[in-house]
């Protein structure tokens, strides 16, 4: 059986109630932290773990909480990320509506470590039933103790509070989800200072995605040793993936990392293969924002070695011919799939969700979607294609947070990759028309 | 001559509201704009009217340009009026892999407005959102509270129906 740790009590009965996720275990490394350990000792084994933040960024979890100012005198925060938007990732929502109270308690324990009395669980607003759902469970938690004063006779106490989003994919970035919680707009701040140091409200704070909290759990029952003797090199652990695109078996599922990427899609256990028996095209592996990479690199790295599920070996050759593991959101082509088509649908979510503040992302991506949709709708002309590719260059590392690499990036590595692709459409217009790849037979263009 | 209700929250969601601001620090009132935003919305009309924003600024203790650029920055708010059911059909990338483009074409031509539009019963809104976390299950849309996931021509015609009958 595949080592699972996020997921292992999903088929429990009743999972989802308090009682239930406590008769599977539930809630004990609370017991064990409040009342065994000291909050440094708690962070220390989230660091021997080697938890990676699972949001996309992959920066080691307790390094993260080491930064976190303990000497200011001001109060210290929590935030959980929850505003899951990155396009191809839905695992927050899955973990959360299915078993709400491992979040919970990721999330004292967390809280507990880092001194904080006060978290907040920024949920987006889109996500009504979570919304309700995780209210109820931290209802369902304070009833038994576990959240408000006092908590178990231990004298620690924590409020924790939802706080709902209003549609807005900036919102994922830390300091744009802070401002965002200060009842702002989502504008990113610029870095330094780190939240670490001034956060919200101006003070110590520390966010940390749904799936990286929803580990600490295991981690403070198990030790932090043994889920760093799981996964592979310094990815540890397991990482949830949300496949979805053209196989037989979209859904989430809780690999061990290292599991080899050809073994992700074709066996049954879990994407199934490509549906209709079709040949696999193109591969997005870590959300939208992350380099998009061809079959044969998806599958094999570059010197010929079979591509793993892993932060190192998804990124094995850098941009030239790998990707990114990012936030987990697997999104599979087919053969028959339109790489400028998908690239414009991607460029024009860029685009929207832009926060205006930097101009080479404000501008520039709404150049790409214009020259994009140009191209796609046959009147591309063949320099488009490199001005694409200097619009990108020029917008990667200008801005002051990464929505604009994220823009970037699937342009320049979907022109690396499939330059023959976008060439043709300039030259032979009227044959992607006909086709009318990814789109039903009565389907008119726009 | 048709007057417009007052303007003011009812007793529960007045209570609701009371309740979220102890969330914050004392002084930090501001950070329950957007929760109170989505209260003034789904209580006046499904949309938030300027004289609706100066009230919830009002109640925040807030300058009214504090809320309007918040409101115009967030998708989730609609700063004209909606239909009694908006339909969010989501256009992002992994939907439009499984034909998510072509589900917004059909319901166009099914309701005969465009995305962005109402009908003239004032029944229905099209509007197009961006990645709703549901690609597993695509294409979708959201109305209201619900998702509805895997969404076919035959799906479409019996929400629609249930709509209309409600």
Redesign the interface.
Known sequence: MPTKILLKDLHQPGIFSYDGYRKAGGYTSVEKALKSMSPDSVMEEVKTAGLRGRGGAGFPAGLKWSFLDRKSGK?RYLICNAD???????K??FLMEKIPHLLIEGIIVSSFALGANVA?IYV??????IIKILENTIEEARTNNLVGKNILGTGYSL?I?V???????ICGEETGLIE???????NPRLKPPFPAVVGL?GCPTVVNNVETLAAVPWIINNGGSAYAGIGIGRSTGTKLI?????INK???YEIEMGLPVEEFIYSDEYCGGIRNEKKLKAVVAGG?SVPILPSHLILKTAKGEPRLMSYESLSDGGFVSGTMLGSG?F?V?DED?CIV??LW??T??YH??S?GQCSPCREGTGWMEKILHRIEHGHGKMHDIDLLVDISKKIEGTTICPLGDAAAWPVASAIRHFRDEFEWHVLEPKECLIRNY???K???V? | MVTNPPIIFSTDTSELVKKIITRYPEGRQKSALLPILHLAQAEFGGWLSVPVMDYVADILNLKPIEVYEVASFYSMYNLKPVGNYVLEVCRTGPCCLMGGEEILQYIEKKLGIKAGETTQDGKFTIKTVECLASCGTAPMMQVGDDYHENLTHQRVDELIEEFKNC
Not at chain 1, 124 to 129: D, L, P, S, V
């Open positions: 109060p899951e938007s990155e396009p191809g990732t839905f927050d929502r907040y987006r607003g889109e996500f009504k039933k409020e509070y706080q709902t989003g209003a549609g807005a994919y965002s919680l200060e009842g702002k707009r989502g409200y949300s496949a979805c695109g053209h979209p859904g989430v939208s959101g999104i082509m799939t088509r998908n649908t991607f024009r979510f929207h969700e926060c990814g789109m039903g009565e389907a008119v726009i």
